[in-house]
């Protein structure tokens, strides 16, 4: 990033100030490390704070870590996750442990806001897939932990959590990213996918077959072919428009 760019890590708004922490983290944007420093301990805005650190975890976690520190004991969830993040990225076996048991503490909080911020640490987390945490947030009530889940599931193609995200499966932004999920994971979805036609609700078997079509495999195109052959009418010529 630019030095003009940088300097707006000050900026009154704090989405502009947002959008930079974030545009430093997926850049790689090792020289914006300073002033991403400086500017933590200034922040106040909660998003901001978990940006910063979302990026410092990425680029330097070790110069975070003084920080984190002390801000995974914070009550703001954004920034207790954040500092739990970089802890997990950089930290000592201590402060891993400590981590590790705050989060899941996070994720089984009656607090919505919080157990998001325990899915964002996840999505986060570059090692582990975290898998029974994970199933847990799938069928969480509140739709943004939900969605952050799904996500993470299918960017890392947990294969294992197949048919947790076929659960979600139906109309709706969960249901389509469950899709979107399961075609990630590829072959190994196939068979839950297939479970699903077999004996799941109407517009979950219409999401399956849609899904099915996607994933690029020889397993998926038989099923997908049985069903235009022997399924039921409404879901072979759902299957025939997919294609």
């Given at each position: 990033l630019p030095d003009a760019a940088l300097s707006r890590l000050d900026d009154d708004s704090w989405e502009v100030r947002n959008e930079l922490a974030r545009a430093a983290r997926r850049l790689g944007?090792?020289?914006a490390v300073p002033h991403l420093l400086k500017r933590l301990d200034a922040?106040?805005?909660p998003e901001v704070i978990w940006s910063l650190l979302d990026a410092l975890s990425e680029l330097a976690p070790d110069d975070a870590l003084g920080h984190a520190r002390t801000l995974a004991e914070s009550p703001v969830p954004e920034a207790r996750g954040g500092g739990l993040l970089v802890l997990l990225q950089a930290g000592d076996l201590e402060g891993i442990i400590f981590a590790a048991t705050t989060l899941r503490e996070m994720i089984r909080s009656p607090e919505a806001r919080t157990?998001?911020?325990a899915a964002r640490v996840i999505a986060g987390f570059r090692a582990g897939k975290l898998v029974e945490e994970l199933a847990a947030?799938?069928?969480d009530n509140d739709e943004e932990v939900a969605l952050t889940a799904i996500h993470t599931i299918g960017h890392r193609r947990v294969s294992a959590l197949a048919p947790n995200l076929c659960t979600r499966l139906g109309p709706g932004r969960i249901g389509r990213s469950a899709a979107i999920s399961l075609i990630k994971i590829g072959v190994e979805a196939v068979e839950p996918l297939q479970k699903v036609l077999e004996s799941g609700p109407h517009a979950a078997r219409r999401a399956a077959i849609r899904a099915l079509v996607r994933i690029?495999?020889?397993?998926a195109v038989d099923v997908v072919l049985q069903v235009i052959r022997t399924g039921g009418i409404d879901l072979a010529t759902g299957a025939v428009r997919a294609i």
């Open positions: 944007d090792v020289n922040e106040k805005e157990r998001a911020a947030l799938v069928v690029d495999s020889p397993e």
